[in-house]
């Protein structure tokens, strides 16, 4: 779990940070839709389940931008030099959720092997935190496969000094010959801009067309 300090001197975002931190602290967020057509014709060739290649795919994405990788650690601002996937399933039983993490891995064999081992070993667990020792260097990720949406807005109480971008995935539609996938992502202000959030957008749509498994 390294890190490297953010020298707030020589960074070109200084006063937006400080700005947003101290002065009118806020988050975003932005709902578009992912065209998983030529990814989902890759799944269904090689029978690959679709919430754990996007788990990949949007851990990838965030793992490409230093900004998506920032916290406060000590009092200073860093940047890890990778961060894991927190993702939840649900409990159809119980109606409830529980909240896993699986270490990330560029290689999704890899990380399709850490996931699947986490995925069999706390499925049946019922807590909120079925897999404990979550690490800092963590962002989440939700899914609500039952209903397509247009919007989503996750209304966070407190945003102070919560850097990692959220995700929320919705179920996908298939419209015009294509299949979209409606999905929420929510930053800091602090640090992530538009142009952050859109080019992380744009990463993912990237990412969803080039995947070959």
């Keep these: 779990m390294n890190y490297k300090k953010v020298d707030l001197e020589q960074w070109n975002r200084k006063e937006h940070f400080l700005h947003y931190r101290h002065n009118l602290q806020c988050g975003f967020s932005l709902t578009t839709k992912i065209d ?6 890759v ?37 890890w030099d990778y961060i894991n996937p927190a993702y939840t399933i649900f409990h ?12 990330y891995f560029e290689d999704w064999h890899s990380f399709s092997q850490g996931y699947n081992q986490d995925y069999q070993k706390y499925k049946d667990n019922l807590s909120l935190s079925a897999k404990s020792n979550f690490p800092e260097n963590h962002f989440c990720i939700s899914m609500i496969p039952w209903v397509s949406f247009d919007g989503f807005n996750l209304n966070v109480a407190n945003v ?15 419209q015009s010959g294509k299949f979209l996938l409606p999905i929420s992502i929510q930053v800091h202000h602090a ?12 990463k993912l749509q990237e990412l969803c067309d080039e995947f070959l498994g």
């Design 43 to 79: 799944l269904d060739k090689n029978n690959f389940k679709f919430y754990p290649i996007m788990i990949y795919l949007i851990a990838k994405t965030v793992n490409s931008y230093p900004e998506s990788r920032m916290a406060i650690k000590d009092n200073e601002l860093v940047i």
């Design 92 to 103: 159809p039983k119980t109606e409830t959720f529980s909240e896993l993490w699986s270490e």
């Design 160 to 174: 102070k000094d919560y850097f990692p971008p959220i995700f929320t995935m919705g179920k996908y539609t298939h």
């Design 36 to 41: 998983i057509t030529v990814l989902k014709t």
């Design 191 to 202: 640090t992530c801009d538009g142009f952050h959030i859109a080019r992380m957008i744009n």
